[in-house]
């Protein structure tokens, strides 16, 4: 059997990641349910976004159905097809930042806009109202989500960043 070639082997790691990276936010997410809106899937995407660009839109893809699987497709899902890539295209978009402060403060005030910007589905879903009044009703939740991702990214971002640094290594992944 012929050895695989340097493009097939990579894309092979590649499946190999985004499938490991998608079931790893699920098991985070999991971890973490019995605390209201305080979970690790902001940053893990983030540092994805950040080290494992190529790989990071399919590891959201397998984390979305999964989360459909487990909890229903229901309307909240549709929330979660843009919601998460929209945070690793921004992520991408401010690759060049590496300060943990930094990072912290972007994730914290995601965490405060996720119900916002969850909110739109319902604009299109419900009426203008109907939105307005479900963001509204959880803003204590989404204070505690941005102070949950504040805290959880300025104490993992850095250590986090190097392992993931040091893994590509390890695999010889290199962009």
Known sequence: MPSPTRSNHRRIVGLVLSGLMGALLVVSKQAMSG?????????LIILFAL???????????????LQGVLYGFGLWWAMYL?????????????????HALFWAVFSGLY?????????????????PAFALS????GLSYDALHGVGNFAIMLV??????????????QIGIEY
């Open 35 to 43: 605390l209201p809106n305080i979970e690790p899937v902001t940053l």
């Open 156 to 169: 993992l971002y850095r250590p986090l960043r190097k392992a993931l640094k040091a893994a590509k290594r």
């Open 111 to 127: 965490g405060l806009c996720f119900g916002g910007l969850c909110a739109a589905v319902y604009l299109f879903a419900k009426t």
């Open 82 to 98: 843009y919601i998460w890539y929209l945070l690793a295209l921004l992520a991408w978009l401010f690759r060049r930042m590496d």
């Open 134 to 137: 479900w963001w509204l009703s």
């Open 51 to 65: 080290e494992l660009p190529r790989e990071t839109p399919a590891a959201i893809t397998v984390f979305i159905l």
